[in-house]
Nanobody, 128 residues
């Protein structure tokens, strides 16, 4: 079991930026696929961005061009969020799967069922 701790959430106005961080309890840099998901009350958890063990990335269409996911050795993952919109308001969760000999693969990277390890979440609120 990997412990994940998110930070960096907060409240900003539309058009602003936030950077979320996810610290893992183990080295996740090159053997884990990881992702950010978000959820609002009454809706399903949505995959936002994912980064595979080979550092390839995938983004939801709703955040392409505005969000950027990246890792820092040995155990930190970030989500840089620019051009924030009110519809980005949600609880954001960090997720991880591994260690893996091979990556999770593009088709699976944004599926929440792919990830057994989850953080507690950090709230992001965007005002118009």
């Amino acid at each position: 079991q990997v412990k994940l701790v998110e930070s960096g959430g907060g409240s900003v106005q539309a058009g602003g930026s936030l950077r979320l961080s996810c610290a893992a309890s183990v080295d996740t840099y090159s053997t884990y696929c990881m992702a950010w998901f978000r959820q609002v009350p009454g809706k399903e958890r949505e995959g936002v961005a994912a980064i595979d063990s080979d550092l390839s990335t995938r983004y939801a269409d709703s955040v392409k061009g505005r969000f950027s996911i990246y890792k820092e050795k040995p155990n930190i993952m970030y989500l840089q969020m620019n051009g924030l919109k009110p519809e980005d308001t949600a609880m954001y969760y960090c997720a991880a799967e591994g260690p893996r000999q091979y990556g999770c693969g593009w088709h699976y990277m944004l599926r929440n069922t792919e990830y057994p390890n989850w953080g507690q979440g950090t709230q992001v609120t965007i005002s118009s």
